[in-house]
């Protein structure tokens, strides 16, 4: 029978060593052929993004060797950080973000110089100053197609779309398209006659508003004719692609919430193109969601798996959901599982292959047959065994808030199979803030939800207004109320729990990353006294340093979320926690990377200075190493611990285990 014991103090088979080693991160797959690949983060080797093959006949190997690390730093989030086709792989490399070749089953022939599969990476771009991004291969021209940030000249760097030769000397790319801000997306047609892409400029960010252009490619290679086909500045366009019968597909939001369609040749008189109704024709599906914010480049939410086919990822009330379209009848039909798609999936005619992950399963690499119906897992993040009863399964709740509309969030009960909450207590409470803030809190496992709830926390994730996945509306909540509508959602999902008996309503923590960091923030200095703790993961302290300090991609993200300069410039101040310490109440923790580009360690190193002055309890620890997210595992391990430690500390318990201590100022 399970022991009664004081929440906090559970002893759980869980440890931050095995969350770490199961911190595995999956993602950014592709077919080539029946060949399947992925991008695996490594926590265990330094955070190392290596690109791993599984051959038909079910080898699975690491195609690139030690010295090359898998990552962009276009908008300094990356993504869409290679391509494969035939047997060759092109990928940016971290440390010196050239372009490389590397073949995976000996030569290609014609004037490729054969190489040592999966050892002998070749560079197709000189080393310099350039970044290189969302590769697309132009078979037919023998070159790559992709996102180029050039970082060759002071002041911001410029963005455009070029050409990259796969024989011959090194270049840096010929320039197709420039002009905007930004550009994502380069596909070409299947017969290369066509080239597809996006843009945007500042202010806006790319769910906000983008374009979609084609343009016919020259003999020479050069662009003709361009057109654009939708969007616009209170439009978002996401995934633009080819069947592989030569329609164009993608995604718009310009009903309310992402749905696909496919554009017609017919052209309106200033040559815009006219598009179709959406591909999806079920009127039950009109509130839902088929398409992702772009905060990284690469992500999918549909794929041809036939010439009248598609399948596609979506998501409702913030579940995600798989299923196959019938381009003929509109009609779709999910594929059954309790499996939720993540942000990436690839396909051919015969398998579906995706990152997906449950409520009691990790994320997995998995391959769906379309002609059995059957589903085989490939690879999982966590090679931790742990019996699927001792996890806290999420309960979807809707709370309303103080502006008449409802918020969402993912309640976990502290869970345990050796252990219960004593009779009369009511658990502490643990409430995340997810980054973006335009991201999304999900349902599915997280191994670091799991370490609080297996030692007697209650966790909510929450999805306060401006969270993607519940239509636009929901995103544009925030619009000008960032530091106000989230932390107001958080504020009453909190005290909606500790109405219903969830929560112990004098343990109340409020915890968040990046953007997350900055409700968990706002949140103790402009509602103090509901938290009685708070961990910041590399969050914004002082809004005036974030939008001049940090990088291009979110230079101007504040001007939608906090309002436009100068008209806006007080509130700058007003709701820059590191201006609102006199209000802060509560014990607060901050966790740094030293290298992060989006969050100047300054903020945090400030703000710790600022409430040890006050004479609050608070710890502070930077990693050497680590950017924006933590990828290490010592960084990882330690940062969890400490976390728990603190919390210790401050309600007075002491954690099960061989916790290190964390040095906590005037506590």
């Not at 933590?630 to 401050?650: H, M, N, P, T």
Request: proline fraction near 7%.
């Amino acid at each position: 029978m399970p022991q009664a014991a004081p929440c906090g103090t559970w002893r759980s088979p869980l440890t931050a060593a095995a969350v770490a080693a199961g911190g595995l991160r999956l993602g950014a797959v592709a077919c080539d052929g029946d060949d399947v690949y992925w991008l695996e983060g490594r926590p265990g080797d330094g955070g190392r993004n290596v690109l791993v093959k599984r051959a038909v006949d079910g080898a699975i190997v690491d195609v690139t060797p030690p010295q090359i690390d898998v990552q962009t730093r276009v908008h300094e989030y990356g993504g869409g950080a290679f391509v494969v086709a035939d047997d060759v792989v092109y990928c940016a490399n971290d440390a010196d973000q050239r372009i490389y070749r590397i073949e995976t089953a000996g030569a290609v022939g014609g004037s490729i110089r054969k190489v040592t599969p999966g050892v002998d990476p070749e560079p197709l771009t000189p080393p310099g100053a350039w970044r290189y991004a969302d590769f697309d291969l132009d078979r037919r021209r023998g070159r790559l197609v992709a996102v180029r940030e050039d970082h060759t000249r002071s002041g911001e760097p410029v963005n455009a779309l070029v050409a990259v030769p796969i024989r011959g000397p090194h270049s840096e790319g010929t320039v197709l398209v420039s002009g905007a801000d930004f550009y994502s997306t380069p596909r070409s047609s299947p017969d290369g006659s066509t080239l597809a892409w996006l843009s945007w400029s500042h202010p806006l960010m790319p769910w906000q508003g983008t374009e979609l252009w084609i343009a016919r490619v020259e003999p020479s290679g050069a662009l003709a004719e361009p057109v654009r086909v939708a969007g616009g500045p209170t439009e978002s366009i996401y995934q633009p692609g080819w069947s592989p019968g030569g329609e164009l597909y993608y995604v718009s939001d310009r009903t309310g919430w992402w749905q696909i369609y496919r554009a017609t040749n017919a052209t309106n008189a200033n040559g815009s193109r006219v598009m179709s109704d959406p591909i999806v024709r079920a009127a039950w599906l009109r509130d839902a969601e088929f398409g992702r914010p772009q905060w990284v480049f690469g992500t999918r939410t549909w794929a041809s798996i036939g010439a009248s086919r598609l399948v596609v990822s979506y998501a409702r009330s913030g579940v995600w959901c798989l299923a196959t379209v019938d381009l003929d009848s509109g009609a779709l039909s999910n594929i059954a599982t309790d499996l939720q798609p993540r942000d990436w999936l690839a396909a051919t005619a015969t398998q579906v292959v995706f990152v997906a992950a449950s409520a009691t399963r990790p994320s997995a690499v998995v391959r769906y047959d379309l002609r059995s119906g059957r589903t085989d897992t490939i690879r999982e993040a966590s090679s931790t065994a742990l019996d699927v009863g001792a996890f806290s399964v999420a309960e979807a709740i809707e709370v309303p808030v103080a502006s008449g509309q409802t918020t969402h969030a993912f309640y976990y009960p502290p869970h345990n199979t050796a252990f219960v909450v004593p009779s009369g207590e009511r658990p502490p409470l643990i409430a995340i803030s997810h980054g973006g803030p335009t991201d999304a809190a999900q349902s599915t496992l997280d191994l670091r939800v799991q370490y609080f709830t297996s030692r007697g926390f209650a966790v909510a994730d929450v999805n306060y207004g401006g969270s993607s996945g519940f239509g636009r509306a929901y995103r544009e909540r925030l619009d000008d109320q960032w530091g106000i509508v989230d932390v107001d959602d958080v504020v009453c999902v909190v005290r909606f729990l500790v109405e219903q008996g969830k929560a112990d309503g004098d343990r109340l923590v409020i915890r968040g990353g990046s953007a997350g960091g900055y409700t968990t923030l706002a949140a103790l200095t402009h509602r103090p006294g509901v938290f009685k703790a708070g961990a910041s993961y590399y969050g914004v302290g002082d809004l005036d340093a974030l939008e001049r300090d940090t990088h291009k991609f979110e230079s101007r993200y504040l001007s939608s979320l906090i309002g436009p300069r100068p008209e806006a410039n007080a509130r700058y101040r007003e709701r820059s926690p590191i201006h609102a310490l006199d209000q802060l109440a509560c014990p607060l923790i901050l966790f740094q990377g030293l290298d992060d580009p989006v969050v100047p360690p300054s903020q945090s190193q400030i703000l710790a200075d600022a409430v040890r002055a006050k004479g609050l309890p608070v710890a502070y620890l930077a990693f050497e190493g680590e950017q924006h997210g933590f990828r290490r595992a010592e960084s990882i391990i330690r940062s969890l611990e400490a976390e728990l430690f603190f919390y210790g500390a401050v309600f007075g318990f002491t954690p099960a285990g061989d916790i290190p201590s964390v040095p906590i100022d005037n506590l």
